[in-house]
C-alpha cells in the first residue's frame, strides 16, 4: 500500500470530520498564537524604546547626565570648553501631559538651536524674524511639534497647546510642525523649545537634564575627573540600564506565556492524539490488509506537517492580531511605570516567526507521531478492540502516577533550589503543573468511579450517573482534556491568589504609609516636575492644617543601578504613619536615626545590593561620594527597583536641591476635608487635577498596580480558552466512540432531551474535576510564585491571602464555559438518537 | 378483546433523493395478542430489524399505523415513544450490547431506575434465575458471550414489560450456549405472559413459537410447519 492512498485515507477523514478539523487547527493556532502575541509585544516595547533612546542621542557619541537627577548649569561652561569635545548641547528634557493631547504625553526638549544643530536633523530651520522672535522670547514661549502629532490632534501653528507642569496649566505656543524629513517616521511626541524657555516653563532654572557631546577619541581621556555626581554614558548604557527596569514586566509576561505554551503544547497533542485515536480501528484494518507499520507512521507524520503548517500559520496571524490589538494598552502601561513610550509598533521577525512556527510543529508532530507509533506497533488483532486502549490507560495510570509524584518531589526541592536561580522558580512551578496533569487519570478514576456510586443511589439523576461513567470509561480522553483545562485553571487560580496577596500587601501598605487626608501630587512624579514655591507657601499657610509633608521621588544610580531615592520629612511620618520595618526593628530607634542621616531602604533594594541594618550604601552627591548607613528596612512596593529614603533635610543640605514633587496635608481635628479641599484648588489654575483625597490617593496607586497585571488577565483568558476547546473535543470523542452505547440508551428509553442532558453532565463533571484538581494545584502555585519566583527576583515579601471569591469565580467560570461548550455535542447527540435504530456488526 | 400490537399497511422506504431506493416493508399488517408468539425469519437484509424497531417505537414508519394496546405510537413524539419504550418495550440484541461502563447489577437495574423503581429486587431475583447471582458488581467485559446475554436478558425483562423484541439473541453464540438462552427467554416470556417477536436464523429455535412469518419482498408470508 502506497503512503499516496494512506493520505488519501486521511485526508477523506478529515473532510467528513469537518468540525474536528477545525478544532484541532483553532488548538495548534491558539497555541501558536499566545506565544507569538507575548513576544511581539515584548519586541515592540523594547525596539520602540531603543529606537526612541537613538533618536533623541542623535549624531551625540556620549552624554553626561546627573546621578541624582539635575545638573547645575554653571558645569557646562567647563565642558564645553574641554580641547577634546567638538561639540557639546546643553538639554532640558521634560515629559508632559497636555489638555490638547489628553492620553498621550509629549517630551519638551529644551535646546539651544544653535549649540544643538550638529546634532540632531531635526532642529526647526528658524526662518523669518518673528520666528526666532517667537521661539528665544514668545510670551507664552513657542514650540516646534513633531509634524505627526500635529497631524493626529489636529493642532494648527498660531494655536497654543496647555502643558500640565505638576497639573498646573503652562500655555505653549505652536510655531510649526518640525522638518519633515526627520521627524517623520519617527514615532515620538515631541515638543522642541528654547532652552531657557524650557527651564523656566518646567520649573528648572539653572538646571539641566543632560549635555549630549561630540566628543573625539576616548571619552575617558578627554574627562579624567568630571564634576561630582556627574556621570558619562553613552546611547548603549542608557539602552542596557533602562531595558533593564523591563524585567519585572517582561517577566511577568514571560511567565504568562510560559504557562500559556504549556496548555498550548497540551492541547494540541490532545486535538492531533484525539485524531490519530479516532482512527484507531481504520489503522488497525488497514495494518491488518497488509500495510507495513513504516508507511503508516510515515503517513502521519506527513499529516502532522500539514496540520502544523496551517495551524502555525493561523496561530501567527492570530498573535499577531492579539499583539496589534493589546498594544495601546501595554504600551500606556510601561509609559505609566517605566518611561514614556509612544506608538508602539508591532513588527513581525524572523525569530518570532521561528518560535511561533517551531511551537506548532513540535506539538503537532508529537502529538500526531506518539500515537501513531503506538498503534503502529500494536499486533492489529488487539488494535481491533477498543476496549484495549482503556484497558492500558488503566495500567499507565499506576505509572503516570509515580511520574507525577516524582515531578512533585522535582518541583519541591527546585523551590529549595530557587536560592541560587530564578530558572528554579520557573521550574518548580513547571513541575508543579506537570505532576498535576500526571496525576489527572489516577485522581479521575475514582472521582468519577465514587460520583457515580453517589448520583446512583440518590435515585435520581441517572443521566449524571451515566455521565460520570462514561468519563471513567473514557479515561484516555477524558482525561487529557481533564488536565488540560486543569493545568488551566490552576494557572488562573494560582496568579489571581498571587495578584490578589501582592494587592492585600500593597493595600495594607498603602494604608499605613499613606495617613495624609490630602495630597497635592500630580500623576507626573516621576516626570520630575517640581512644584511651584509660592504654591506651597500659600498652602502651609492655611490655618486648618496641622502639618504638611513635602515629598521628593529621584532617580539615582546605585553601584551603576537606577533606584529611586525617596526624600521624606521623618518628624512628622513618625507621628502620622505607620511604617512596617522588616525583621523588628525598633520603630523610634530607625526614626531618630534617619533624621542622624541614616536611610532606610526598601526590601527589593536590599535583596538586590545584599544589604543589611548596620551596612553602608553609597550615593554621589555634588560634593562627591557620600556614605549612609543603612537603619531600617521597609515594606514598600513602590518600585521594584529598590528605594532609598532619607530625611529631607540630610538631603538638602548635602545636594543643596530643595525641589518638593507633592506634599501631604494633614488637617486639625475638626477641619473638614472638602472644605480645605476646595479652597487649595482655588489657588492655582488646574491644581483641582492634581489635589485628592487620601482614598483617591490610594486608587491611583492601585489603579497603576491594576494595570501592571492587565496583560495577565487577557492571557489567562486565552488559555482558559484553548482549555475549554479541549473539553470540547474531549466530548465529540466520546460521542464519537461510544456512539452506539449511546443508541442503546435510546433503546432502553432514554428521551433524546435526556441523552442530550446526560452529554451536558459530562462536560460539567469534567469541569468540576478540572476545578477541583486546580483548587489544589493552583494554591500550590501561588506559594511558589510568591516564594520561588517573586521574592527570588524582586525581594519583596507578599504575605498570601487566599480569597474565596477567586475560587468561586473560577468555578463558577469554569461550570459556565463547560456548559456552552458541551451544548454543540449535545445537540448533534439529541438529534442523532431521535431517529435511534441500530447497527448490529 | 382487543389485539395488544396491530400493524395496518406498515411502509418503510430508504431513500437518499425523492424516490424510494431501499423498500424492506411494502405495506406489512400483523394483530398480535398477549402472550402471543411469533418468530420472524428472512434472508440478510430482508427488513427484520427495520421491522423490530418499528414495533418498538425507535424507528417510524414511512406509511401506515402502529398500534400499541389501542395507542398509535406512530403518532407519538419522539418523548413518548422513549417513554413507551422505556415501560412496555424489552430488546434483546445479537451482540448483547451491554454497557461495558456499567456493572452486571448497574446494566441490569438501569431500566429500573429510568422507571423511578427502587426496590431492585426484581433484578436480584433475575440474576438468581439466570444463575448469575455472584456477578453483581463484575463488568461484563469479564464475562463470557453467554453469560453476557443472559444479563442482556436480565436488563430486557427486569422492568415487566408487556413486549419483547429479540433480534436473533443466539447469533453470537454456540449452539449449546444459543438453546440454554431460548429456555432462559421462554421460561420468563412464560412467567410474566409477555409477547414475543423474536427473529431468527436458527432452525432450532422454531420450537419457540407456533407462529412464523417469512419477510420478502417486503411483505409478510406466513409459514406453516409441522414439527
Ligand atoms: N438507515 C438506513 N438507511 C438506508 N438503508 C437502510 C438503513 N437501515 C437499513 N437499511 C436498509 O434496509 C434494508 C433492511 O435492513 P435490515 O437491517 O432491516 O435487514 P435485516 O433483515 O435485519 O438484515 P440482517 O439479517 O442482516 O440483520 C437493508 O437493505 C438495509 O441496507
Ligand atoms: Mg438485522
Redesign the pocket.
Known amino acids: 500500500m502506497t503512503i499516496r492512498t494512506l493520505l488519501q485515507f486521511n485526508f477523506k477523514y478529515y473532510r467528513r470530520h469537518t468540525l474536528l478539523a477545525l478544532l484541532c487547527l483553532t488548538g495548534i493556532s491558539l497555541g501558536v498564537g499566545i506565544v507569538v502575541a507575548v513576544e511581539l509585544i515584548n519586541d515592540s516595547a523594547l525596539s520602540s524604546f531603543e529606537s526612541s533612546v537613538d533618536f533623541l542621542s542623535g549624531r551625540a557619541t556620549n552624554s553626561i547626565i546627573s546621578t541624582f537627577g539635575r545638573i547645575d548649569e554653571k558645569h557646562f561652561q567647563e565642558i564645553w570648553t574641554n580641547r577634546r569635545v567638538t561639540a557639546a548641547s546643553p538639554i532640558v528634557d521634560v515629559i508632559a501631559n497636555t489638555l490638547e493631547t489628553d492620553s498621550e504625553p509629549i517630551r519638551f526638549l529644551g535646546v539651544d538651536p544653535f549649540l544643538d544643530a550638529p546634532f540632531r536633523g531635526w532642529t526647526p530651520q528658524l526662518s523669518g524674524k518673528d520666528d526666532l522672535a517667537a521661539f528665544f522670547a514668545g510670551d507664552p514661549p513657542g514650540a516646534f511639534l513633531s509634524s505627526d502629532l500635529m497631524k493626529r490632534f489636529n493642532l494648527k501653528v498660531g494655536e497654543s497647546l496647555t502643558a500640565l507642569d505638576a497639573g498646573l496649566e503652562k500655555k505653549i505656543r505652536i510655531l510649526g510642525p518640525l522638518t519633515e524629513d526627520s521627524s517623520g517616521g519617527l514615532g515620538e511626541n515631541i515638543a522642541v523649545m528654547d532652552i531657557s524657555s524650557a527651564q523656566e516653563v518646567f520649573g528648572r532654572i539653572g538646571r539641566l537634564d543632560r549635555i549630549d557631546l561630540l566628543v573625539e577619541g576616548s571619552v575617558s581621556d578627554a574627562f579624567p575627573a568630571l564634576p561630582p555626581g556627574l556621570k558619562i554614558t553613552d546611547a548603549n548604557s542608557r539602552k542596557s540600564t533602562l531595558t533593564a527596569m523591563l524585567y519585572s514586566f517582561q517577566l511577568n509576561l514571560a511567565a504568562m506565556s510560559l504557562i500559556a505554551l504549556f496548555v498550548g503544547v497540551f492541547l494540541i497533542y490532545n486535538f492531533s492524539m484525539f485524531s490519530v485515536l479516532s482512527r484507531r480501528q481504520d489503522m488497525s484494518l488497514l495494518l491488518t490488509l497488509g500495510c507495513d507499520s513504516r508507511s503508516l507512521v510515515l503517513a502521519f507524520m506527513i499529516e502532522s506537517v500539514v496540520l502544523g503548517a496551517l495551524g502555525s500559520l493561523a496561530g501567527v496571524i492570530f498573535g499577531y492580531s492579539i499583539a496589534a490589538y493589546s498594544v495601546g494598552k501595554v504600551s500606556s502601561t510601561i509609559s505609566q511605570l517605566y518611561f514614556l513610550v509612544n506608538n508602539l509598533n508591532v513588527g513581525l521577525s524572523l525569530r518570532i516567526l521561528g518560535i511561533g512556527v517551531a511551537v506548532g510543529f513540535v506539538a503537532t508532530a508529537v502529538g500526531v507521531t506518539l500515537p501513531a507509533l503506538e498503534v503502529a506497533v500494536t499486533p492489529p488483532v488487539l488494535g481491533l478492540k477498543r476496549q484495549s486502549i482503556e484497558d492500558r490507560t488503566k495500567s499507565a495510570r499506576a505509572y503516570l502516577f509515580m511520574g507525577g509524584a516524582a515531578f512533585f518531589i522535582f518541583s519541591c526541592l527546585s523551590v529549595w533550589a530557587s536560592r541560587n536561580s530564578i530558572f528554579w522558580g520557573f521550574a518548580s512551578a513547571f513541575g508543579m503543573t506537570t505532576a498535576f496533569a500526571l496525576f489527572t487519570p489516577g485522581l479521575l478514576s475514582p472521582f468519577t468511579h465514587y460520583l457515580g456510586v453517589v448520583f446512583k443511589k440518590s435515585h435520581r439523576l441517572l443521566d449524571a450517573f451515566l455521565a460520570a461513567r462514561n468519563i471513567g470509561a473514557s479515561l484516555s480522553r477524558t482525561s487529557i482534556a481533564v488536565a488540560a483545562l486543569a493545568v488551566a485553571l490552576s494557572m488562573t487560580i494560582g496568579v489571581d491568589t498571587m495578584i490578589f496577596s501582592f494587592r492585600t500587601s500593597v493595600y495594607s501598605w498603602l494604608e499605613d504609609a499613606l495617613k495624609g487626608d490630602l495630597y497635592i501630587s500630580p500623576d507626573t512624579t516621576k516626570w520630575d516636575h517640581p512644584l511651584p514655591e509660592t504654591l506651597i507657601k500659600k498652602v502651609e499657610a492655611d490655618p486648618r492644617l496641622d502639618s504638611i509633608e513635602r515629598y521628593l521621588a529621584l532617580d539615582v544610580y546605585l553601584q551603576g543601578r537606577p533606584v529611586k531615592l525617596r526624600v521624606i520629612e521623618p518628624e512628622i511620618l513618625e507621628k502620622k504613619a505607620r511604617f512596617k520595618f522588616v525583621g523588628g526593628e525598633e520603630s523610634h530607634k530607625a526614626w531618630s536615626q534617619i533624621i542622624k542621616g541614616g536611610v532606610f531602604i526598601s526590601e527589593p533594594l536590599a535583596f538586590k545590593f545584599n544589604l543589611k541594618v548596620g551596612d553602608f550604601l553609597t550615593l554621589d552627591s555634588p560634593d562627591g561620594p557620600k556614605n549612609f548607613p543603612v537603619v531600617a528596612i521597609t515594606r514598600d512596593y513602590s518600585s521594584d527597583q529598590g528605594t532609598i529614603q532619607m530625611d529631607r533635610s540630610v538631603y538638602i543640605s548635602i545636594w543643596k536641591d530643595d525641589r518638593v514633587q507633592s506634599i501631604a496635608l494633614f488637617l486639625k481635628p475638626g477641619a473638614s476635608i472638602e472644605d480645605v479641599r476646595k479652597s487649595v484648588a482655588a489657588l492655582f489654575k488646574g491644581l483641582e487635577r492634581t489635589i485628592v483625597s487620601n482614598h483617591e490617593m490610594r486608587e491611583r496607586v492601585l489603579s497603576i498596580f491594576d494595570k501592571t497585571f492587565a496583560p495577565t488577565a487577557t492571557l489567562k483568558g486565552v488559555s482558559l480558552l484553548v482549555a475549554l476547546l479541549g473539553i470540547a473535543t474531549a466530548m465529540m470523542a466520546i460521542l464519537l466512540e461510544r456512539s452506539k452505547e449511546i443508541r442503546v440508551l435510546g433503546y432502553l428509553g432514554l428521551t433524546p432531551t435526556e441523552i442530550g442532558k446526560m452529554n451536558v453532565y459530562q462536560g460539567l463533571i469534567m469541569g468540576v474535576a478540572s476545578f477541583l484538581i486546580a483548587a489544589m494545584c493552583g494554591l500550590l502555585l501561588t506559594y511558589i510564585i510568591v516564594y520561588a519566583i517573586n521574592y527570588r527576583s524582586f525581594g519583596w515579601t507578599i504575605d498570601i491571602s487566599v480569597n474565596k471569591w477567586i475560587f468561586v469565580e473560577t468555578l463558577g467560570l469554569t461550570m459556565a464555559a463547560c456548559f456552552v461548550s458541551s451544548l454543540y455535542p449535545s445537540f448533534k447527540l439529541m438529534r442523532a438518537s431521535s431517529?435511534a435504530?441500530i447497527?448490529?456488526e | 378483546m382487543d389485539p395488544l400490537i396491530r400493524l395496518v399497511d406498515v411502509k418503510?422506504c430508504?431513500s437518499?433523493g425523492p424516490t424510494c431506493?431501499?423498500f424492506?416493508l411494502a405495506g406489512v399488517s400483523l394483530d398480535m395478542f398477549q402472550g402471543d408468539r411469533v418468530i420472524l425469519l428472512?434472508?440478510?437484509?430482508?427488513?427484520?430489524?427495520?421491522?423490530?424497531?418499528i414495533v418498538g417505537g425507535v424507528d417510524s414508519p414511512t406509511e401506515g399505523r402502529v398500534f400499541f394496546d389501542g395507542r398509535e405510537i406512530t403518532r407519538m413524539s419522539s418523548q413518548d415513544m422513549a417513554y413507551f419504550r422505556r415501560k412496555e418495550v424489552g430488546f434483546i440484541f445479537?451482540s448483547f450490547n451491554l454497557f461495558p461502563t456499567l456493572t452486571v447489577g448497574e446494566n441490569v437495574t438501569l431500566p429500573l431506575d429510568l422507571l423511578g423503581i427502587r426496590d431492585y429486587s426484581r433484578a436480584h431475583e433475575l440474576l438468581n434465575e439466570t444463575g448469575l447471582n455472584g456477578y453483581w458488581k463484575k463488568f461484563p467485559e469479564a464475562l463470557s458471550g453467554g453469560e453476557q446475554q443472559r444479563v442482556a436478558i436480565a436488563r430486557a425483562l427486569v422492568k415487566g414489560p408487556r413486549l419483547i423484541l429479540a433480534?436473533?439473541p443466539t447469533g453470537n453464540l454456540d449452539q449449546e450456549t444459543g438453546n440454554g438462552i431460548l429456555n432462559l427467554i421462554d421460561k420468563i416470556c412464560r412467567e410474566s405472559d409477555a409477547t414475543l417477536i423474536m427473529?431468527t436464523?436458527s432452525p432450532d429455535a422454531l420450537w419457540m413459537a407456533p407462529r412464523r412469518y417469512r419477510?420478502k419482498s417486503g411483505v409478510l408470508l406466513e409459514e406453516h410447519y409441522t414439527n
Open positions: 431517529a435504530s447497527k448490529e | 418503510k430508504y437518499s431506493e431501499i424492506p428472512g434472508k440478510s437484509g430482508s427488513g427484520k430489524s427495520t421491522f423490530l424497531n445479537q433480534d436473533e427473529v436464523h419477510l
